[in-house]
């Protein structure tokens, strides 16, 4: 007697799969309670290819109980990763009577999880044989609940979940310093201690997080506890041992860009000139200067031509700077920057604050040339004379020329030319009105 069983790939799988494990067993069976005894008889093993959903199961005895697992296996380097069982329960028919016809039955019992753990704790890392270490703990149930399984060993599980270093994997696939690619990477183990020292920790990882599964004997899993626990500093590690860990140098933080990047328009005849003032930016380490940049955009450029670019380095009190001599009806960018220094003397450059602005175009404006003292008199040159104004009167005793007496005489004629016109109007509107 036979049977064909079919299943479907894993829902979910970062790997592709490389095989299929198949186990079938037929179960003992109480004659007297028709209940099943734990405990398979033999057990069969089938491995199958990766692309295969299917097997049928040969020389199965009839009216007897089979328990079938299968599992998905992946290759991961030079390991390989097995997914959980997935299981079953069939009941073959019972043997062939001509009276009566072969009626299959297939019964499905599902096998119940085991009981949740308790009290999962992350001791305080620790620095043992050249490698990064700590200690998780955890409790198993104090008492078994209707439907749960006695735990037979826990899946452990930890990877990094925050990272401040990236690197590229080895021929291995393990990135040889810890960044996204190691995120996707998984450490695992499997134990039956109510302890696991997990290792290959790393110091430029700030956060963990570790999860642990309790498994029952017939491979179920039960429900899961995670814990995120933080990464000691490497100068505040406790050491066992005689090797030392060689602590990454901590990198200081770029100032930030100058907030509030202001500039101002400032005109003086043709020449105009920009007013730059910025504020002063955080920095974990005092700013020592700042770097000043600027130039003239190019038609269709978003960023100044090599020849047009000029750089000015100003002292960290100084937090204006005026450009002069710009081109009207033209677009400029400014870039300002704080400077720092560390201990081996290497100039640190922070962040780029950036400023675009176009300077407006003068308009062309009529100056009056300036007055000019001449050597000429005016009696030679009657016609240039200007009209005369108030203010332009002005008595001298030493001025005695006949030009002078001349102006003087024309002024007091035209003023009271002036004042009789006036009268003789004003005499006429009243005589109208009466």
């Not at 430029?204 to 039960?222: A, E, K, T």
């Not at 108030?390 to 030493?398: D, E, M």
């Not at 020329?401 to 009271?416: D, E, P, W, Y």
Request: one cysteine or more; a positive charge; hydrophobic letters at 35%.
């Amino acid at each position: 007697m036979s049977v064909t069983i079919h299943w479907r790939p894993p829902r979910k799988s970062d790997l592709p799969i490389s095989k299929y494990k198949l186990f079938w067993s037929a179960q003992m069976k109480d004659e007297l309670s028709s209940q099943i005894l734990s405990g398979p008889l033999q057990e069969h093993r089938k491995v199958l290819k990766g692309n295969v959903h299917k097997y049928e199961l040969p020389d199965l005895l009839p009216d007897t109980t089979y328990f079938i697992q299968v599992q998905a296996i992946c290759k991961y380097g030079d390991s390989k990763l097995k997914s959980s069982r997935a299981h079953m329960y069939i009941q073959t028919a019972q043997p062939w009577h001509e009276e009566l016809e072969p009626t299959p039955v297939v019964v499905v019992r599902p096998l119940p999880p085991p009981a949740p753990l308790r009290d999962l704790t992350v001791h305080n890392p620790f620095f043992h044989n050249g490698l990064l270490k700590t200690n998780v703990t955890w409790q198993r149930p104090l008492a078994l609940h209707t439907g749960e399984a006695p735990v037979d060993r826990v899946f452990v599980q930890w990877k990094p979940h925050a990272c401040i270093s990236g690197g590229l994997p080895d021929k291995d696939g393990r990135s040889t310093t810890l960044g996204p690619n190691t995120l996707t990477a998984t450490m695992s183990a499997t134990t039956r201690d109510s302890f696991y020292i997990i290792y290959d920790l790393r110091f430029d990882c700030q956060l963990y997080m570790v999860r642990v599964w309790p498994v029952s004997v017939d491979g179920i899993r039960g429900p899961q506890a995670n814990v995120t626990f933080p990464m000691t500093d490497c100068k505040d590690i406790k050491v066992l041992g005689d090797v030392s860990p060689d602590c990454p140098t901590s990198v200081p933080q770029v100032p930030a860009k100058p907030p509030h990047l202001e500039h101002s328009f400032v005109s003086n005849g043709a020449n105009m000139s920009v007013r730059l003032s910025w504020h002063t930016p955080r920095s974990d380490i005092p700013i020592t200067d700042y770097r000043v940049e600027w130039g003239k955009l190019g038609e269709g450029e978003g960023k100044p031509l090599p020849e047009n670019t000029l750089t000015k380095v100003l002292p960290k009190e100084v937090h204006s700077f005026s450009i002069e001599s710009l081109v009207g009806g033209s677009k400029y960018v400014v870039r300002v920057q704080a400077l720092i220094i560390t201990a081996p003397k290497k100039v640190i450059s922070g962040r780029v604050a950036t400023l675009h602005f176009s300077t407006p175009i003068l308009t062309a404006r009529h100056i009056d040339p300036p007055y000019q003292h001449s050597n000429v008199k005016v009696a030679q040159q009657p016609d240039a004379i200007k009209p005369p104004s108030l203010h332009s009167v002005r008595s001298s005793g030493s001025d005695t020329s006949g030009a002078s007496q001349l102006h003087v005489r024309h002024t007091l004629i035209s003023l009271i030319t002036l004042v009789m016109t006036i009268n003789i109007l004003f005499c006429c509107h009243n005589t109208r009105t009466l």
